[in-house]
């Protein structure tokens, strides 16, 4: 018979890389969690982890484990929400992670609409990019993301989450009438799926973009397209409802968003209420 309690060490260690993340994430001294994982060896009756450098890496046996674990704990989730669903009040915490333009544009609202109709449901909000949020979200840190995904850039759907389509964000060409080299620009930095985009938008346009500056804040981009020292790609979600502020070029394509939940959390009723406001808001 295995520990769910050390399965789950297991699953942390897998989503979050390191025994002292695991450690910190959970509130344990990183000793505890390595006689966890020691016991659930025994328990197995096999090499969970092996040593690479100063990290280790889950076996492929290890990894038959935390599949068997993810499958569990997503039934649980299930009677979680089963059982949150039997009663009359939607209550309880509702953590929703969302990068900055939806947090600006849409989660405002959604807020207000969630303690007009549900005043008993505590929400709790983070800001962090799409890529650390769902990180977070499989590590159990957050029940609700809001994620964005790029023309060309498909989003990842991994089987262990469920994303629903939210909206529908054009994407538009700032400060300049067409594409074209010689100008300096604002980008998201690299490595993320709006940078990927953005260079493969100017790289379709025959340049190489001249990238000055860099940050994943995008009022940060407009304000420096408003003042004259870059041009930008900039998504309608910035200027959340108000006029724009600098020429605006449409692109042929925008992003979508969606919010995404673990597979078997999205029953919950107070996801359903977390969706159905952010829904509200993008209408």
């Known amino acids: 018979m295995f520990d ?17 993340a695991v450690a910190e994430a959970l509130s344990y001294a990183p000793s505890t ?33 935390v599949a068997h674990t993810e ?5 649980l989730e299930r009677a979680r929400a089963e059982i949150a669903g039997s009663l009359t009040e939607v209550a309880g915490t509702l953590r929703i992670a969302s990068f ?5 544009a849409l989660v405002p609202a959604a807020l207000s609409r969630l303690r007009e109709l549900h005043p008993r449901l505590r929400v709790e909000v983070t800001q962090m990019e799409p890529e650390q949020a769902l990180s977070a979200l499989r590590a159990h840190d957050c029940d609700l993301v809001i994620v964005e995904e790029y023309p060309g850039i498909p989003l990842a759907h991994p089987a262990d989450l469920h994303a629903e389509e939210l909206l529908d964000d054009p994407l538009h060409l700032a400060g300049l009438e067409k594409l074209e080299a010689g100008h300096p ?28 500056f860099e940050t994943a804040d995008l009022l940060l981009h407009l ?16 200027f959340h409802g108000r006029p724009p502020t600098v020429p605006l070029h449409p692109l042929s ?4 968003l969606f919010t ?13 209420a977390g969706r159905d406001a952010l829904k509200a808001a993008a209408a």
């Open 4 to 20: 769910l309690h050390r399965l789950r060490l297991l699953r942390e260690l897998k989503h979050r890389g390191t025994l002292a």
């Open 33 to 65: 969690v390595s006689q966890q994982l020691s016991q659930l060896e025994a328990e197995a009756g096999v090499p969970l982890l092996e040593p690479v450098g100063r990290r280790v890496r889950l076996t492929p046996q290890a990894e038959i484990l």
């Open 71 to 75: 499958a569990v704990l997503e039934r």
């Open 100 to 104: 900055q333009t939806a947090a600006l």
């Open 185 to 212: 620009w604002v980008m998201e930095p690299a490595g993320t799926s709006a940078r990927d985009w953005a260079t493969n938008v100017c790289r379709a346009a025959g340049f190489e973009p001249d990238v000055r």
């Open 223 to 238: 304000r420096l397209v408003e003042q004259g020292h870059a041009v930008a790609l900039l998504p309608g979600l910035v």
């Open 253 to 256: 394509e925008g992003r979508r």
């Open 260 to 272: 995404v939940t673990r597979r078997g959390r999205g029953t919950h009723p107070a996801v359903r």
